[in-house]
Structures are given as structure tokens and as C-alpha cells.
């Protein structure tokens, strides 16, 4: 797969922005999807849960889906199949986030393409978690 592009100057002034919606948010302690959001609050990271089949995770209220969340979002983190990336971006398009990043393993040129064309950073097959303990 191919590697994302963004300098550790570039990738460390993304990280400073604090407000991440995380798509595909895990209640299951043992996958990234949790783990990796776990971290990250306790970086300071205001962490908005998405995923359509709980409550609430790590005590943060869940909402079905992106566009059900009414405060503004800097960063979308996707961990969702890179199949089905592209219609999680069109809909985060919708929200104006400074940058959408997919997780390590996802890829997808066509969501990608859409989203910078749209004005919306695009970090790729990279993770949050190991690049903020990487460069902080």
C-alpha cells in the first residue's frame, strides 16, 4: 500500500487540532478502533464517537452516523474498510472538517480525491496513535 505523503511537520500541526469525530468507533477494548480514541482523550483530544450500534463509548455520548453530530469537527478518523471509505467522506465532505485521516490499511484514491478536491486534508494509511507518540 501506498504511504501517505504529509511531512512530520505537516502530520505534527494536524495533531494539534483537538476535535475528532471517530468513525467506526469500537465498544470492543481490544481493537484499534477503541484503543487508539482511548489514547487519544487522554491526550487531550475531545473524542465524538460514531457508530450506529451504541450508546455511548469511553463515556462519550455515540451518534449514528457523522451527520447526526451539530458541532463543528477538525479531524474525521475513519477505521472502516477502505471499501467502504467513500461514502463516509461524502458525508463528512458535508461537515467541512480541516482533515479527514484514515487509519493504517485504509486507502481509497477515489474518497480521497473527492475530499481534497472538496478543500479537506487528507491523511492516509497512517495512525493517529503511533504518529502522536512519534512526534510528541
Known sequence: MERDPHTDDQIRKILSLKKVAVVGMSKNEEKAANY???YLLSQGYDIVPV???ADSIL???CHANLSDI???IDIVDVFRPSEQVLSVVQEAI???PKVIWLQEGIHN???ESL?????????FNRCMLAEHQRLF
Open 94 to 96: 458535508k461537515m467541512k
Open 109 to 111: 484514491e477515489e474518497a
Open 59 to 61: 463515556d462519550r455520548k
Open 36 to 38: 487508539v480514541p482511548k
Open 115 to 123: 475530499a481534497r478536491k472538496a478543500g479537506v486534508q487528507v491523511v
Open 70 to 72: 451539530t458541532e463543528p
Open 51 to 53: 457508530n450506529p450500534t
